[in-house]
């Protein structure tokens, strides 16, 4: 069952085109059926500046600095349902496309899979995946290389 996904765009840098909210889309829907999350359920994207993902990252997590991708997982064990739809809401994403950009650049590898990527990050940790240690680190990079590799966006 294909996730639903509502995509918002608050900066004004970089265009957002169809493709791009179809990559995300995809990303979100391939990171849950490898996941075998086969619920229906809800995400909302925000594509902001590096100015404003570095406020919400001062605001929820008391680091004053840009970063690439905030998520914002709500809830733990159990999620909530949306009465409307009866979709579980798994989350909110943030992407600031300035540092999808400039990562892109640094890693030699295009826009759009730098985005993906971060998708893809980003709904392990809706899910509730982390990489604080070592060793949840590589399972969450083993589950990202997968998953990325299921929808053709490996590394150039």
């Known amino acids: 069952m294909k996730p ?4 918002y765009n608050k900066q004004r840098r970089f265009g957002v085109t169809e493709r791009l909210k179809m990559l995300v889309e995809d990303c979100v829907d391939a990171a849950l059926r490898y996941e075998k999350f086969d619920e229906l359920c809800e995400v909302d994207v925000s594509f ?5 993902i570095r406020e919400y990252n001062r605001q929820f997590r008391n680091i ?3 970063t690439d991708v905030l998520s914002f997982p709500l809830g733990d064990d159990e999620f909530e349902v949306d009465p409307d739809t009866d979709a579980v809401l798994l989350g909110d994403i943030v992407i600031s496309l300035e540092k999808a950009a400039e990562q892109a650049k640094e890693y030699g590898h295009s826009f759009e ?14 899910l509730g995946y982390d990489h604080i240690d070592e060793d949840e680190g590589d399972v969450m990079r083993a589950h990202e290389k997968g998953i990325l590799e299921k929808i053709g966006l490996t590394r150039d």
Do not use: A, P
């Not at 902001?48 to 404003?52: D, G, L, P």
């Open 64 to 66: 004053d600095r840009e």
């Open 4 to 7: 639903i996904v509502s995509i």
């Open 113 to 126: 899979r730098e985005v993906g990527f971060l998708t893809v990050h980003s709904v392990l940790h809706l």
């Open 48 to 52: 902001v500046s590096n100015r404003k």
